[in-house]
């Protein structure tokens, strides 16, 4: 069982919720990788509409290969209204409980969605990592805050994401000629490596393998009616 530190009780109001981002992003470690990683991890959650049914996904991929080393679901219920940039407190909880089930711990662990790329700093990949004390960053197919020039066409290529006068991230081309996908670091990790690893799991496809791999876990989570 993989587990996971205890930061804050999650039964809290958006305005605590605001609250208890300002404090933890002082906590937010932002370096190079400590260690070459060998396995990372993908996560995802799924909302049918108008429910609040939670189906939250983790995916671990060896890195070399990016084959699929293990799924971890959960199907659980939402407690917290949304309310954007606050996204972890309502899907955080089903996270965690899919982390738990985790009997490989994963070196690193991509979101999808945002780390420093959040008008506190402190989107789910942050806010995650440091409940997680893993590194992790995120994989956003859309920006939540920040401006930026587009990329050059070609694979590869970024160009940073700014936001008052900080740069908390950087469009990357994951593929010729298609939408630039949006990298922010989380915790434990800084702005290279989390690139480097982003173009490392490239399966031919926009979104990077984990990421990507745990969409459509969710999915099929969601699809089974959860059950696996």
């Keep these: 069982m993989a587990f996971h530190l205890t930061l804050h009780p999650w039964n809290v109001t958006p305005a605590e919720a605001v609250g208890l981002q300002e404090e933890l992003r002082q906590h937010i470690v932002i370096e190079p990788l400590s260690n070459p990683p060998e396995t990372i991890a993908g996560c995802d959650i799924s909302f049918n509409k108008y429910e609040e ?17 293990e ?30 089930k985790l009997k490989t711990v994963p070196d690193v662990v991509m979101f999808d969605g945002h780390g420093l790329a959040h008008p506190r700093r402190l989107g789910i990949a942050t806010h995650m990592g440091l409940w997680l004390d893993r590194p992790t960053f995120g994989c956003g197919k859309s920006v939540l805050v920040g401006t ?16 008052k006068g900080e740069t908390i991230g950087a469009a990357l081309r994951t593929k010729n000629k298609v939408n630039p996908v949006f990298i922010s670091p989380g915790h434990l990790i800084d702005l290279p490596a989390a690139l480097d690893l982003t173009l490392r799991c490239d399966g031919g496809y926009r979104l ?3 990421t990507r791999r745990a969409h459509l876990f969710v999915n099929e989570l969601r699809q089974k009616g959860g059950k696996e």
Aim: charged residues 15%.
């Design 208 to 210: 990077p393998e984990p």
């Design 148 to 163: 930026f020039s587009e990329p050059a066409l070609e694979r590869g290529h970024w160009s940073p994401m700014m936001h």
């Design 71 to 100: 799924e971890a679901g959960v199907v659980t219920t939402a407690s917290f209204p949304y309310v954007p940039g606050l996204l972890t407190f309502r899907e955080g909880p089903a996270l965690l409980e899919a982390w738990q």
């Design 53 to 69: 049914t939670v189906y939250a996904g983790i995916v671990v991929l060896r890195l070399d290969t990016l084959e699929v080393i």
